[in-house]
């Protein structure tokens, strides 16, 4: 499969995969200058990308675990990138971290982009609760295997 996409600057380097396995494409912070993040904050890091995502499928953008040991997380823990978006891919960060603050150095890799198929086939259909099929599980939420 072939996904396009577009560079705002020839300087960005490509999203690239570090192994033939990897599972994601590295997505760099877009800037020519170091960026400080304080701690509890949010900062919106541009990467100067943008994808066309083929219709059927979704990019999500993910937080590369190195940076999350630090402390910075992505704002919504999974960025959907949609297929009918032709904007630049912007990364929320937020950071809670140890420090008082962290730096993000220009064009670090900060994300990864995943690309996974999506179904566009799904109808919602309203039922009365009693109608709804049972399981073993039931209503059984966070906890309720014993683990918590």
Do not use: W
């Not at 912070?29 to 979704?58: A, C, D, H, Q």
């Not at 982009?113 to 309203?126: E, G, P, T, Y």
């Amino acid at each position: 499969m072939i996904i396009k996409f577009s560079k705002l600057d020839e300087r960005i380097p490509n999203p690239d995969r570090k192994t033939h396995l990897s599972s994601g494409f590295d997505i760099v912070n877009y800037s020519y200058e170091p960026i400080v993040v304080e701690k509890f904050k949010t900062v919106m890091l541009r990467t100067g990308l943008i994808f066309e995502v083929p219709e059927g499928f979704e990019g999500q953008l993910r937080i590369r675990s190195g940076i999350s040991f630090k402390g910075v997380l992505l704002l919504n823990g999974i960025g959907t990138i949609d297929a009918d978006y032709r904007g630049e891919v912007k990364i929320p960060i937020i950071y809670l971290g140890n420090e008082d603050s962290i730096i993000i150095e220009p064009f670090e890799r900060v994300a990864q982009m995943v690309f996974l198929a999506v179904s566009h086939n799904i109808v919602l259909c309203q039922v009365g609760e009693i109608e709804l099929s049972k399981t073993l599980r039931g209503a059984g939420g966070l906890g309720h295997t014993g683990k918590f």
